[in-house]
């Protein structure tokens, strides 16, 4: 019988830095007041990390580029959705 792979696991940076993880965080404040309250800390210092520092810069995007981030979750794209209509925008097709 073949020897079965045991699967590899990617460890993020944030787990295993400490000042990684407060850099991040401090990004993720940075932008708090920005978006909806509600969104979570790792959909947070996503969307931090990539540069959407507002909803139109959100907006800006596409919704699937937003979706794509790591941390970003069906919730907070959800979310993010209502407030950028909100404002009268849409994603960017």
């Not at 696991?9 to 993880?21: F, K, M, S, Y």
């Not at 932008?31 to 909806?36: E, G, L, T, Y």
Request: with cysteine; net charge positive.
């Amino acid at each position: 019988m073949p020897r079965r792979r045991t699967p590899t696991t990617h460890v993020c940076e944030l787990v295993t830095d400490p000042n990684a993880r407060q850099d991040a965080d401090r990004l993720a404040a940075s932008i708090r007041d920005a978006v909806p309250a509600g969104i979570s800390r790792p959909a947070l210092r996503a969307l931090a990390s990539a540069g959407y520092t507002n909803l139109v810069a959100l907006a800006l995007g596409s919704a699937a580029d937003a979706a794509s981030l790591h941390g970003m979750g069906p919730k907070a794209m959800g979310q993010l959705r209502q407030a950028v209509h909100a404002t009268r925008r849409d994603f960017r097709p």
